[in-house]
Nanobody
């Protein structure tokens, strides 16, 4: 089973930027769609962004569109989330997930999760 390890979270001021990384072990990473989700205190986990197995397709939640960019490097078994223009409402634990298909379109299709990395945006 693929293990996922997120990194890159931290404390940033409003308007700042962070780049999250999710390093994967295992051979199935390169044929799996990947996604980023987040969970704020007291709220349910919500979708942020997804990328297909070869990086050819991406999809974003409306709340982050134009500010966040998902990408992947299959030679490094890593998926990234570049976050610009951060807002206090982006504060959450961010998780990467591995889809069981090359292009997962629902949360139910994500079968493997990392431990999460905290992002805190101060106002």
């Amino acid at each position: 089973q693929v293990q996922l390890v997120e990194s890159g979270g931290g404390l940033v001021q409003t308007g700042g930027s962070l780049r999250l990384s999710c390093a994967a072990s295992g051979r199935t990473f390169r044929i799996s769609g990947m996604g980023w989700f987040r969970q704020a205190p007291g709220k349910e986990r919500e979708f942020v962004a997804a990328i297909s197995w070869n990086g050819g397709s991406t999809y974003y939640a409306d709340s982050v569109k134009g500010r966040f960019t998902i990408s992947r490097d299959n030679t490094k078994n890593t998926v990234y989330l570049q976050m610009n223009g951060l807002k206090p409402e982006d504060t959450a634990v961010y998780y990467c997930g591995q889809g069981r298909t090359p292009w997962p379109t629902t949360e139910d299709e994500y079968v493997n999760w990392g431990q999460g990395t905290q992002v805190t945006v101060s106002s």
